[in-house]
């Protein structure tokens, strides 16, 4: 790589020159710092050093260095030598691990260099010299949300900032001047009623191309993330760690690497974005909201589970009985059908937390397990809640006929006992099929789950299949807000693409059970003849009951 004369190469490093920094204190124009330099760590990493400083100057001396100064560029005589990147943990005094400006510009950093004597970190007592942690501002979301994805957060190596974020629009303030080096910018991984953003400092800027933060956002490599000007409300000094309170802006561009040693996008390009809409409508009040949300495989569904989980905290309550329904449909580009949701969760602690997952965890396993590219286009969801446990117990179910003849009317019940002993009776109807043989016939009455166990819908594996295929059959899996009832034969069976074939040969059942598109029918064993789905509107049902009718000759 040839540098240019505003570059000031790692071999060129001297200990004991004094360089300034550029960093935003305050608003949006940056502000200058004085640094010092204490020698060149060496492989602190895989080909990875580190220059060692003394920073001095503005509030750094009560405040250290602070999360969201990452990617603050430093300059010795007017040349750029790299970025502010790391700090010790609770040291008193803010000295910084500066990233090489080479490393953050090339993907191969050059070998290891020895232009100043390496500084040894048992200098330091024993103590860590690690990433300055990222912040991550939630606006419109819940305290409890926060607190509750707060460790998943943590081991992404972001550090959620409770209760802090907002849009620079509403604060007001700040200059529209053009970014550059030392200004902050958020990386907006959701945008719109509820916003997360990922705060840092731009390094340098060539041309249209944006260097930032000296170390890694996620680690994504290639990445789509929409990325908006930031502005500093005020800082926040702290014994473990400061940081500063800042609220994001107008959107500028995409990020569109996400390395080791930086993060760099493009200001010309625009990221592109899932919009997604939420209804809530509970029994304390109803409440939409409006956002874009990066799109990513494994980022996406947790973004999304977050989102839905704040939502329904913000409108209901999430602590005591409760019933969560959660339906709606995802939809994707290139022809593939929509994604069907239909979750409902009863419980008395935590409905709101499992309900939220369990309505993400097949958009996780269609976008993880696929093998062909999925592209988001939109997600409409609605959310109804209630504050009841409404969890009804299959307790019971008959015939009105025990034994029955080719062409007979059957009429069959299931009775089912909710809470505080209170019963529902649903009905289906069955009319024998002329042809039908002799012989004893089994009525299952069965909740959603033992239903998709019984024909293997549960037990299916994403990984390595087409999205058509893994779409098709996740639509097909039951709701568990009804009650369903299958008659069938036990006799051996194999499913074909969702349909039973009873009493085939010996060696064709062996061949076709091989496949994995088609596989033994098991659990409720057996060819089915018929079922029926009987709804039960914002409720769960669970259980399962047998019995049997004889088929006379």
């Given at each position: 790589m040839l540098f240019g004369q505003g570059i000031l190469p790692l071999s060129e490093v001297r200990t004991g020159q004094l360089g300034t920094g550029k960093t935003v204190f305050q608003g949006s124009d940056p502000q200058d710092f004085q640094v010092e330099i204490l020698g060149v760590l060496e492989n602190i990493g895989p080909r990875q050093n580190i220059i060692l400083a003394r920073l001095s100057g503005g509030p750094l001396e009560k405040t250290g260095v602070m999360q969201g100064m990452s990617g603050s560029p430093v300059y010795i005589d007017g040349k750029l030598v790299g970025a502010v990147a790391l700090a010790f943990p609770f040291s008193k005094d803010p000295i910084a691990g500066i990233r090489p400006i080479e490393e953050m510009l090339d993907?191969?950093?050059?070998?290891?260099?020895?232009?100043?004597?390496?500084?040894?970190?048992?200098?330091?007592?024993?103590?860590?010299?690690?990433?300055?942690?990222?912040?991550?501002?939630?606006?419109?979301?819940?305290?409890?949300?926060?607190?509750?994805?707060?460790?998943?957060?943590?081991?992404?190596?972001?550090?959620?900032?409770?209760?802090?974020?907002?849009?620079?629009s509403v604060a007001g303030r700040g200059s529209q001047r053009p970014l550059e080096p030392g200004s902050m910018l958020s990386v907006q991984l959701i945008s719109g009623d509820l916003s997360v953003g990922a705060d840092g400092t731009v390094t340098m800027i060539d041309g249209s191309r944006v260097y930032a933060f000296g170390h890694r956002l996620l680690g994504l490599g290639s990445a789509e993330l929409p990325f908006s000007r930031s502005e500093v409300i005020t800082l926040l000094p702290s014994l473990s760690s400061s940081f500063k309170i800042s609220a994001g802006g107008e959107l500028l561009g995409t990020i569109t690497q996400d390395g080791n040693a930086a993060i760099s996008g493009d200001l010309r390009r625009r990221a592109a974005t899932v919009p997604v809409k939420i209804d809530v409508a509970g029994a304390q009040r109803k409440a939409s909201y409006r956002m874009d949300v990066i799109s990513h495989p494994v980022l996406t569904p947790f973004l999304l589970?977050?989102?839905?989980?704040?939502?329904?905290?913000?409108?209901?309550?999430?602590?005591?009985?409760?019933?969560?329904?959660?339906?709606?449909?995802?939809?994707?580009?290139?022809?593939?059908?929509?994604?069907?949701?239909?979750?409902?969760?009863?419980?008395?602690?935590?409905?709101?937390?499992?309900?939220?997952?369990?309505?993400?965890?097949?958009?996780?396993?269609?976008?993880?397990?696929?093998?062909?590219?999925?592209?988001?286009?939109?997600?409409?969801?609605?959310?109804?809640?209630?504050?009841?446990?409404?969890?009804?117990?299959?307790?019971?179910?008959?015939?009105?006929?025990?034994?029955?003849?080719?062409?007979?009317?059957?009429?069959?019940?299931?009775?089912?006992?909710?809470?505080?002993?209170?019963?529902?009776?649903?009905?289906?109807?069955?009319?024998?099929?002329?042809?039908?043989?002799?012989?004893?016939?089994?009525?299952?009455?069965?909740d959603a789950i033992n239903m998709n166990l019984?024909?293997?819908?549960?037990?299916?594996?994403?990984?390595?299949?087409?999205?058509?295929?893994?779409?098709?059959?996740?639509?097909?899996?039951?709701?568990?807000?009804?009650?369903?009832?299958?008659?069938?034969?036990?006799?051996?069976?194999?499913?074909?693409?969702?349909?039973?074939?009873?009493?085939?040969?010996?060696?064709?059942?062996?061949?076709?059970?091989?496949?994995?598109?088609?596989?033994?029918?098991?659990?409720?064993?057996?060819?089915?003849?018929?079922?029926?789905?009987?709804?039960?509107?914002?409720?769960?049902?669970?259980?399962?009951?047998?019995?049997?009718?004889?088929?006379?000759?």
């Open positions: 993907s191969n950093p050059p070998r290891a260099v020895a232009a100043a004597p390496v500084a040894k970190l048992d200098g330091f007592g024993g103590a860590k010299l690690v990433e300055v942690a990222t912040p991550v501002s939630f606006s419109g979301f819940t305290r409890r949300a926060v607190e509750h994805f707060a460790p998943e957060w943590r081991k992404l190596g972001l550090e959620p900032l409770q209760g802090i974020g907002g849009r620079a589970q977050m989102a839905l989980f704040s939502a329904i905290d913000g409108t209901e309550r999430t602590l005591g009985s409760s019933t969560v329904s959660i339906s709606g449909e995802i939809r994707f580009d290139g022809g593939l059908p929509p994604l069907k949701i239909h979750q409902s969760i009863a419980g008395d602690f935590n409905a709101p937390v499992i309900a939220s997952l369990a309505s993400t965890s097949p958009l996780a396993l269609l976008l993880q397990g696929a093998s062909d590219p999925v592209r988001l286009s939109g997600i409409d969801l609605t959310v109804t809640a209630a504050e009841t446990r409404r969890l009804w117990q299959i307790e019971h179910v008959s015939s009105s006929r025990k034994q029955v003849r080719a062409g007979d009317p059957v009429r069959i019940s299931v009775v089912l006992t909710g809470a505080g002993g209170k019963e529902a009776v649903l009905h289906a109807d069955y009319s024998v099929p002329v042809g039908t043989p002799a012989g004893m016939l089994s009525i299952t009455a069965a019984a024909d293997n819908r549960l037990g299916f594996s994403a990984f390595g299949r087409p999205a058509r295929q893994i779409l098709d059959q996740m639509n097909d899996l039951r709701p568990n807000s009804s009650a369903w009832v299958r008659i069938w034969r036990p006799e051996p069976t194999v499913q074909v693409g969702g349909t039973d074939y009873p009493n085939l040969p010996a060696g064709l059942t062996l061949l076709l059970s091989r496949e994995p598109s088609q596989i033994p029918a098991t659990a409720l064993g057996g060819s089915k003849l018929f079922e029926a789905e009987m709804p039960f509107p914002d409720a769960v049902v669970a259980g399962l009951k047998t019995i049997q009718m004889e088929v006379l000759p």
